[in-house]
């Protein structure tokens, strides 16, 4: 079961059925099968404190996947902070929502085995990131109205 939670911010508005069911596309590409996933959206300050307490790591990111997958069967948790999607997507040039549902596919493909902190292993990252967008049939954010 994938949950999606938030902590120190609101929960952004996407279409969690049909984001978990594009998800399920992207572990099937991989031989893979979602197990228990927790999504936690949360701010750049409680993604730094997760990164200081549990990783020693002193700096912001946009993601952090702590792994308790079995085999073949995914599950972990999944901290993302909207800051830093936000900031990125600026940066990057890219919407808000494409941003997010790839930072959100990044998780995913942590827990699938991908790595993207070795030699080489950046550039394996983005192309399975962009593989798993072109599995998405439209999961746009909700309207706010």
């Known amino acids: 079961m994938v949950t999606y939670q938030a902590e120190q911010t609101k929960k ?8 978990t069911a594009w998800l399920r596309k992207v572990a099937a590409a991989y031989g893979c099968r979602l197990g228990d996933i927790a999504y936690i959206f949360c701010n ?29 069967l995914l599950s972990g948790d999944i901290f993302i902070s909207l800051d830093t999607v936000r900031t990125n997507s600026e940066e990057f040039g890219t919407t ?26 950046r550039e394996q990252m983005e192309a399975a990131e962009n593989q798993a967008l072109s599995l998405r049939e439209k999961c746009p954010l909700k309207s706010s109205k």
Do not use: M, W
């Not at 300050?45 to 085999?71: A, W």
């Not at 997010?100 to 995913?108: K, M, N, P, S, T």
């Open 12 to 19: 952004p508005f996407i279409r969690y059925r049909e984001t």
């Open 96 to 121: 808000y929502d494409e941003e997010l549902h790839r930072v959100i596919a990044h998780g995913v493909l942590h827990l699938c085995g991908i790595n993207d902190k070795g030699p080489g292993e």
């Open 44 to 72: 750049d300050e409680r993604i730094l404190e997760v990164n200081r307490q549990f990783l020693q790591h002193d700096y912001y990111t946009d993601i952090i996947t702590f792994d308790y997958s079995e085999g073949d």
